[in-house]
């Protein structure tokens, strides 16, 4: 990709990562940009782990996957909710990148900044590999997307890490549960309020300790990256509003993105330069006439 696209996003472009022992604990992490969003405080304590594991809709689960998600919900070896993060977003470019992962990752590695790779393999299952140790396999197992950004997305991952300071690779299972909402400020603008939940089930007892021991480490990476994901989706969203044609042109440069794909992006750059407009046109003020009186 030529210098244009990265002058148009700036800084707000990812970090380099490269893989640590952390990556099969911090699955899907993947390495993100640099403003970080509002955030409010991570959790992992009891109470909220339940509530995490409440608002898994069991039922709806895939049947292919009920049991293996009851089981790492049940007795996770690890549990973290990350920050609940509010970014100035359109709602309906934060549900398609929530529902089309694959697009944002393969705009990263379009813009020569991460080699991870998230492949689509059907509707509702994608390939991972980190390129430093961690592949995996996620699968969409549950999803509820309404109108204004309303989400609950849950995913089940399975992935493997070989690399340092292990002998052998160790395989993990986890739930991901990413929920969102939209609300108008009193500016008019419409901010996107998400969180992710995460439960994380080791296959080998012993590494427990070992999880346990590096887990403020894992989390603290977790939620940066999160954080720093949805400040590049933010950045995505303004760039969309203000040079829609920008995103038109990135769009049509990613070879890895499906042409129905390539299109909807394209299609909701420009609804978001459009609403942008008419935020525009909602904050002037009728000019006022003065009568002066003799």
């Given amino acids: 990709m030529g210098g244009s696209s990265r002058s148009t996003f700036g800084t707000a472009v990812p970090r380099r990562r490269s893989g640590c022992v952390a990556a099969v604990l911090s699955l899907l992490f993947i390495s993100a940009p640099l403003r970080a969003a509002e955030s409010v405080g991570a959790s992992t304590s009891d109470e909220a782990r339940a509530e995490a594991r409440r608002s898994v809709p069991l039922a709806k689960v895939d049947p292919a996957y009920r049991q293996a998600v009851s ?5 996770p070896t690890l549990f973290r909710r990350l920050p609940t993060n509010v970014i100035d977003c359109h709602p309906d470019l934060f549900t398609f990148l929530a529902q089309n992962p694959e697009a944002l990752v393969e705009i990263w590695r379009h813009l020569g900044v ?10 509702r299952t994608f390939d991972i590999s980190d390129g430093a140790g961690t592949t995996g396999k996620l699968i969409v197992v549950e999803q509820t997307c309404e109108r204004d950004a309303q989400n609950r997305i ?3 991952a399975e992935g493997s890490y070989d690399g340092k300071p292990f002998q052998r690779p160790i395989s993990a299972n986890c739930v991901l549960v990413l929920t969102s909402g939209s609300m108008e400020e009193t500016n008019g603008r419409r901010f996107v309020a998400s969180r992710l939940d995460s439960f994380i089930k080791l296959d080998r007892m012993s590494l427990e300790l070992v999880a346990k021991a590096v887990h403020p480490f894992v989390g603290q990476t977790a939620d940066r990256n999160f954080a720093d994901t949805l400040s590049f989706v933010s950045t995505f969203s303004y760039t969309a509003e203000h040079r829609p044609q920008s995103i038109e042109k990135l ?11 390539r299109k909807q992006l394209t299609k909701l750059a420009y609804e978001c330069a459009q609403a942008g407009q008419a935020w525009q046109l909602s904050r002037v003020k009728p000019a006022t006439v003065e009568i002066q009186t003799r």
């Fill in 71 to 75: 089981d790492v919900l049940s007795k």
């Fill in 114 to 123: 991460s080699q991870c790779k998230l492949t689509r393999v059907d509707d």
């Fill in 154 to 156: 849950v995913m089940f």
């Fill in 251 to 261: 769009a049509f440069e990613v070879e890895q993105l499906d042409e129905p794909r």
